[in-house]
């Protein structure tokens, strides 16, 4: 997908709402168990119930790497039954040596069609440039993440007095374009989403830790968004499609991914 | 696996050699692609001719990851085939928040029973530890990589004059012991893996980058090395694996691989 259609879905939606497919098999209600593929089976019904109300998908493949050659197929068939309309991420964060990049790129631009996967950048330039050569297609780089141990590299202060985060945005800037790179910014301080997009310029943030984590949707527009374009993907995972555990689970996740919804675009529209 | 078992494995055969299982499908010997799964198949071949000179299989996941549910079960043979007098490396340098990472940790300590996966240092503690909660499984986190994206970042110097690469291996000794944390340390420079030592105490050290890449075995024994235990892995992919790519490949196998132990003998023991 291109930037300016991820914007124009944006636009037209109100919305910059991920939906963070993150589908536990111990997690979905206990009816969905009867069918032959439970959590395709449920990857489909939460996509039917929120799609309405979002521009992008997410799958974690940990989730699905954990139940093996059964797991991966779970996750060819969501990706496939993803509509094309909708932004869709692997939140993989590979990274390994150029030639091995290639082959995450491969896996999941070429065998599995998805618009971006995410990247851990410690091993610098030549795990992250193969990712980058297929046309249209995304990295989403590890800037600043939402977890406790962000704090332990990602906040060393260089020399110059940056964080680490910083260097890391500010350095792999120039390996991409806004048009095919963006950055995970995770929403813990507003003085931290300053930072990230005062280095990151014009391109996307993804920002995990809204919802059941409990950032502020507020916050991430005030300090992250950009005029026009917004420039946000705001991700929300277990407050969504765990909204109810019951036999109400699509509605429940409709009505949650909606809220989110209503609130993107009470604050940015 | 413990680590005196890895180290009395280590000193009976005079051998600290761990063989890359990077195993291309189009690279393999093309007689092979008659059998059902001929990955595997290379694979066991590869194992049966090497095993008797080195002490440790690392398998690196993208190559199977990338042939989706099939390669996926050509590495769940692959790992059983290997017998367990040998410590086993998933090469897939994992790291999510802590919840995530504990399934990648369940993919490959319960799931495949490997003895040690690779790590991303960058989202911190909460994505490592998760991985050092399994008895007798082990993190190798990357410290210093060898490839030349390494330099993007692992050589930020910190407010104290550190390298990042440094930090990484100081901070992350306190999450684990000698007896389930090793780092990766690139054989790319001596000073540097003088350093990665003098930080790592007496943690294993796997090497990549030795045989096929050009880093100076001599070099990692003398500068990395320790005394009696070595606490070294040092790692050959394609210089032993595609030694040759005709119907002789075990034999040439064998003898890539029997060069570099009796090198290991000559140096170390």
């Known amino acids: 997908m291109t930037r300016s259609e991820l914007v124009e879905n ?10 963070g497919l993150d589908t536990d098999i111990q997690k979905i209600p206990k009816f969905l168990l009867e069918f032959e593929d439970p959590v395709f089976e449920f990857n489909k019904r939460i996509i039917d119930a929120t799609k309405e109300h979002c521009v992008a998908y997410k799958p974690n493949i940990a989730f699905y790497e954990c139940r093996g050659a059964e797991g991966w197929s779970s996750l060819e068939k969501t990706i496939d039954y993803i509509p094309t309309t909708h932004f869709t991420i692997a939140d993989a964060k590979r990274g390994d040596i150029g030639n091995t990049s290639k082959m995450y790129a491969k896996t999941f631009f070429e065998n599995m069609n998805f618009d971006s996967v995410t990247v851990a950048p410690y091993m610098g330039i030549d795990s992250v440039t193969p990712f980058l050569e297929f046309k249209e297609k995304w990295v989403i780089l590890l800037g600043l993440t939402s977890n406790k141990g962000a704090i332990d590299y990602q906040f060393e202060k260089n020399e110059r007095g940056e964080f680490l985060f910083e260097t890391v945005i500010r350095r792999a800037k120039d390996w991409g374009t806004d048009e095919n790179l963006m ?55 277990r407050g969504i499609i765990y909204a109810s555990q019951d036999e109400h689970f699509e509605s429940a996740a409709a009505e949650a991914a909606k809220k989110v919804a209503d609130e993107m675009s009470a604050l940015a529209f």
């Open 183 to 237: 950055y995970v910014a995770g929403a813990t301080r507003g003085e931290d989403l300053i930072k990230v997009r005062e280095h990151a310029g014009t391109h996307f943030l993804l920002v995990p830790g809204v919802g059941a984590q409990g950032g502020s949707l507020e916050q991430v527009v005030k300090y992250a968004g950009i005029p026009n374009e917004i420039a946000l993907l705001v991700n929300s995972s």
């Open 10 to 19: 944006i636009q037209e939606k109100s919305s910059f709402l991920c939906v």
